[in-house]
């Protein structure tokens, strides 16, 4: 009698991405941290060398506003007016 191999179906890999995902929503749980946000909000990902320069959110929004006050004023051009 012949001994057949029982095959295997290949592990995927741990960090491969499946096709298609599953989620059970009634298992999901309210943002703790919406209501600390105020409407109007963003929140903005810093790479992790520049948020080490910046010690609070206070410290990058100065820093922004310093640079745009630096900036030069653009005017969008004006149409219609057009010299030949």
């Known amino acids: 009698m012949k001994k057949t191999q029982n095959r295997k179906k290949g592990k995927r890999a741990a960090d491969e991405?499946?096709?298609?995902?599953?989620f059970d929503y009634s298992k999901a749980k309210p943002n703790r941290f919406a209501a600390s946000m105020s409407?109007?909000?963003?929140?903005?990902?810093l790479e992790p060398d520049v948020a080490a320069v910046f010690n609070s959110s206070k410290a990058v929004n100065a820093f922004l506003r310093s640079v745009?006050?630096?900036?030069?004023?653009?005017h969008p051009p004006k149409?219609?007016?057009t010299r030949r």
């Open 39 to 45: 409407a109007g909000t963003m929140a903005v990902v």
């Open 79 to 81: 149409r219609g007016l």
């Open 68 to 74: 745009i006050s630096a900036m030069p004023e653009s």
């Open 17 to 22: 991405l499946l096709p298609e995902y599953r």
